[in-house]
Nanobody
């Protein structure tokens, strides 16, 4: 069983930055792939970035060069550094864990980017 809690969302002006955090509890974190997703109103939930247990990363094209995913296995934390934010980045951002124990989601954190 894995529990995930996101934090760090908020209101920011276009061009600004935010750092999202995802705190994990339970077993298996260091062997789980972790990902950040977002869902805007009326749209599907999209993968933004993921990171393997070994630290390899992959990004959605629209966030490459602006967003950076990282993890700290000792602290059971995953981060998403978001720079050069745009109004179209406004959404609820979710953390996801994928491993042998299954797939788990956090409750989400709202990010709003004003123009």
């Amino acid at each position: 069983q894995v529990q995930l809690v996101e934090s760090g969302g908020g209101l920011v002006q276009a061009g600004g930055s935010l750092r999202l955090s995802c705190a994990a509890s339970g077993s298996g974190f260091s062997t789980n792939a972790m990902g950040w997703y977002r869902q805007a109103p009326g749209k599907q939930r999209d993968l933004l970035a993921n990171i393997t247990p070994g630290g390899s990363t992959n990004y959605k094209d629209s966030v490459k060069g602006r967003f950076t995913i990282s993890r700290d296995n000792a602290k059971k934390m995953v981060y998403l550094q978001m720079n050069s934010l745009k109004p179209e980045d406004t959404a609820v951002y979710y953390c996801r864990s994928t491993g042998r124990g299954g797939i788990y989601w956090g409750q989400g954190t709202q990010v709003t980017v004003s123009s």
